[in-house]
């Protein structure tokens, strides 16, 4: 274990991945890939000081004692190849899924695999008749086509027609339409008949936003100053990722362009909605907690709000080349003030009610 050192990672990727763990002390710690295959766990200052763990991803079995379903979500990411928001989702979800985070977990964990599944469908459906109809194909000409032409002919026939019209081959079309769904289908199409599961994690950041705003208003302790700067990284996060939609959105509108122009367009959407997600990567369970006490007390809520003081995401160095925010001291100075690990130590708080805590948070994950 290297000794704490000032957390100010200069991208996302070195500000690591929030992982949805169990264990009180591993709660939303972050990890990252480190140098070759080996990957790192990033702890607040245990002792409660400045600057942040880092660890070898290997020797957190050696560092705590962790729950059964943190032993097998540390098994799972170990076999993730890449370290980001998306492999590491997959990854918890699977793990969750088997029920060792309770059973509202894993119900509410095989809800969202299977939501996910045919949400990717849905936008590989989508892009496949827009990119027909931006061709000159009309949806009654799917329909009917020739006698006795059934619907997976008549878009296999309309497929072809289509990679002809871009001087490519059908399967390279196909290829091209199943890169871009799993570019895309986490965020969902600007014309989607429901948002997708980003756009929704924006509409809760949103509301985050309003009520976290609202009660920092009411409150006379320094948990408001908390309040305030969760409720500035909120809005500053949702600003930057609205913009990198804007863009996206506009250049999805012509799915036809996007194929023509592959080797461009394809890594400007992949590029935003890797952003998006990085952006937004740790806010649903900010978000969740924050909800889980819409109803308690104002002292019930201080005490989450000052849990959030560890948890709002440090905002990387490469967001200021994006826009000047002027948040990153802010942050590091008032997660410094507010840091609450330690003292769950020193005073015996019952740490089996934050597992349970956690637990029951991960039964309403988004």
Do not use: C
């Not at 194909?137 to 006795?148: D, H, K, V, W, Y």
């Not at 461009?264 to 889980?292: C, E, F, N, P, T």
């Not at 009610?353 to 994950?365: F, P, S």
Request: hydrophobic share 45%; no cysteine.
């Amino acid at each position: 274990m290297e000794k704490p050192a000032e957390f100010a990672p200069s991208t996302f990727a070195q500000r690591g991945v929030a992982v949805d763990f169990t264990t009180p002390l591993l709660v939303q710690a972050r990890i990252r890939q480190a140098n070759g295959d080996a990957v790192e766990l990033i702890l607040p200052n245990l002792a409660g000081g400045r600057g942040s763990y880092i660890l070898a991803w290997r020797s957190l079995v050696q560092f705590a004692t962790i729950t059964m379903h943190d032993h097998a979500l540390y098994e799972s990411v170990l076999r993730v190849e890449r370290i980001d928001p998306a492999t590491v989702r997959t990854a918890t979800l699977g793990v969750a899924a088997e029920g060792l985070a309770g059973r509202d977990a894993m119900r509410r964990a095989q809800a969202l695999l299977g939501q996910e599944k045919e949400e990717a469908l849905l936008t590989n459906f989508l892009l496949v008749v827009d990119l027909l109809k931006l061709a000159g194909i009309s949806a009654q000409e799917l329909m009917t086509g020739r006698p006795g032409e059934d619907t997976e002919a008549r878009m296999k026939r309309a497929i072809f027609q289509v990679s002809g019209a871009l001087n490519i081959s059908p399967e390279i079309l196909y290829q091209r339409i199943e890169s871009l769904t799993r570019s895309t289908f986490s965020v969902g199409l600007p014309w989607a008949p429901a948002p997708g599961r980003l756009r929704r994690l924006l509409l809760d950041l949103d509301s985050f936003q309003e009520t976290v705003s609202q009660w920092q208003s009411r409150d006379i302790s320094g948990a408001a100053e908390v309040g305030r700067f969760a409720v500035q990284v909120a809005i500053h996060t949702t600003t930057m990722a609205r913009l990198a939609l804007v863009e996206t959105d506009a250049m999805l509108r012509n799915v036809l362009s996007i194929m023509r122009n592959w080797d461009r367009d394809s890594k400007i959407v992949s590029g935003q909605m890797s952003r998006l997600a990085w952006l937004l990567d740790g806010w649903s369970y900010i978000v969740s907690l924050w909800s889980s006490v819409a109803n308690e007390p104002h002292e019930r809520q201080r005490d989450v709000i000052l849990d959030l003081a560890r948890l709002i995401p440090v905002m990387p160095k490469e967001v200021s080349e994006w826009s000047e925010s002027g948040l990153e001291q802010e942050a590091r100075t008032i997660q410094r003030k507010w840091v609450r690990l330690n003292q769950d130590w020193r005073t015996g708080r019952n740490l089996r009610d934050q597992v349970v805590r956690n637990e029951l948070l991960k039964g309403a994950m988004r």
